[in-house]
């Protein structure tokens, strides 16, 4: 639940950005329903996030950060366009988009992304350990 509400947070702040650097004084934002489970998946990486943590230095983190969200985000894109004629975030045939599915230029932000998600996960462990 923490990861689906937390990535909707973060899709909602970052397309909110994007509208008002696009001239939207109103900071329009938007996320799909099917993000909340998408972004819920990370729970199933807290055992990796924990593990890479102890014994990775912050640029390989951040390497299998991205990698592995580029892997869940064209997986799950590809299952929801099969599944549902379309995938909700179609980034359409631009030269660093594959498939429509991944943008490439995207890399850095899914490595922060990972790394925020590592830290959630992080401060959990911490709390749970005390508490």
Known sequence: MIYGVLGWCAEILWTGI????????????????????????????????LSLRRYCPLWQRCGVYMLGIFAIEF???????????????????????????????????WAMLGLFFEEVCW???QEKERG
């Open 123 to 125: 401060m959990m462990r």
């Open 18 to 49: 994007c509208s008002f650097l696009a001239g939207d004084g109103a900071l329009t934002a938007k996320t799909y329903l099917w993000m909340f489970p998408i972004y819920g998946l990370a729970a199933l990486a807290e055992p990796v996030f």
């Open 75 to 109: 997986l799950t894109g590809g299952l929801l366009r099969l599944a549902t004629g379309a995938c909700p975030w179609d980034y359409g045939s631009g030269a660093l988009s594959v498939m429509g599915l991944i943008r490439l230029d995207y890399a850095p932000l």
